[in-house]
């Protein structure tokens, strides 16, 4: 028998990262969001989602979720926003990290809410409801959108102001961004719509865009254009599955990373 043999087998390597949470930011009883820090073999594209976790209680498995990465692929630390549903398995314990405290991470990103899955256009739409607005703080805060898109265009709608997490991000605080602050003030455009109570531009944005309400607001042509317009879809399956519908019937068809198209869709959560 060699020595080989006798020596035990190497441990397996932990399929996930165990990560510090650095700061915590709650929005609702029902909304935060939370920054870890970003182990340096780790590499995504914005818009990319990943597992995020926590260990097993009692020693039981650890529970994971899909979450995009509201941050940019450039971003030293990753940033994650994120329900909290009250009987959640995960998000139930997740609301009650603190700094400090550790997190699970996947080694795997990936998803479609990637500029790679889109064909070359004038005006990026970033369509999002509820968490769906996480993968925007990605992409917007990413400079290849701004030099790929003229016109990017942040829609989210929620069901009350108060579940418009960064609103005052989106209307100023990106503008201070060293990196693609400029960009953004010149060609960034925030468009939130609320649905269940007062508000500016109140309603879904799916009803906006039948309308025309949303075209008018924003000085456009009526209407999406397969020329001119590329979509990103993200939240509620009923409003990707709708918007994705008034998208097909102007002409606009659907994309992958292995395909590049019109316009490309994630479900943010099953619901
Ligand atoms: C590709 C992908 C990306 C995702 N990105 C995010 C993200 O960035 N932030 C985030 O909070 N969640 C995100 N989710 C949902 C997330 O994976 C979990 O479902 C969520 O964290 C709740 O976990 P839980 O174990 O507490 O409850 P679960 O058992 O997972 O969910 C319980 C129920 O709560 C509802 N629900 C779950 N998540 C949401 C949500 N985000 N918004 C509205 N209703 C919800 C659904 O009705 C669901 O059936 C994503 C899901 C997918 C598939
Ligand atoms: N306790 C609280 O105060 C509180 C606050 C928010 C959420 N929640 C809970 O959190 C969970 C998730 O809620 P959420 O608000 O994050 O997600 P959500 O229910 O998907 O709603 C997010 C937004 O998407 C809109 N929407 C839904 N279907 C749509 C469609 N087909 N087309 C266009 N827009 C559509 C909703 O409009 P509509 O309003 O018209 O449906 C709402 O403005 C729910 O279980 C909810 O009860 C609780």
């Given at each position: ?26 929005w ?11 182990p ?11 597992m ?33 549903v ?39 739409w ?11 703080l ?47 003030a ?7 719509t609320v ?77």
């Open positions: 028998m060699t020595d080989t043999a006798l020596a035990p087998p190497p441990p397996k390597p932990s399929a996930f990262h165990e990560l510090e949470v650095l700061s915590v930011q709650r609702t009883d029902g909304l935060f969001s939370f920054r870890i820090a970003r340096d073999d780790f590499r995504f594209r914005s818009g990319e989602f990943v995020i976790g926590l260990p097993g209680e009692d020693g039981g498995k650890p529970i994971l979720r899909a979450y995009s990465i509201a941050s940019p692929c450039w971003d030293e630390e990753l940033e994650f926003l994120s329900i909290a009250p009987d959640g398995p995960l998000t139930s314990r997740l609301v009650k990290i603190q700094p400090g405290d550790t997190v699970l991470m996947g080694k795997k990103p990936t998803g479609t809410l990637v500029l790679d899955a889109l064909t070359g256009g004038q005006t990026l970033l369509i999002g409801t509820g968490t769906g607005l996480a993968p925007w990605s992409v917007a805060r990413d400079p290849d959108t701004y030099a790929r898109f003229g016109r990017v265009i942040v829609c989210h709608t929620v069901r009350n102001v108060a579940d418009l997490a960064y609103r005052d991000f989106f209307t100023s605080g990106i503008h201070e961004d060293p990196l693609i602050g400029e960009e953004a010149a060609q960034l455009t925030y468009y939130p649905t269940r109570e007062a508000f500016d531009t109140p309603g879904r944005i799916t009803d906006r865009i039948k309308s025309g309400a949303i075209f008018a607001d924003l000085g456009l042509p009526a209407g999406f254009s397969p020329d001119r317009d590329r979509v990103m879809l993200c939240g509620s399956m009923a409003m990707i599955k709708e918007t994705a519908e008034l998208l097909e019937g102007f002409g606009l068809k659907e994309g992958s990373n292995a395909e590049p198209g019109d316009y490309v869709l994630e479900r943010a959560f099953v619901g």
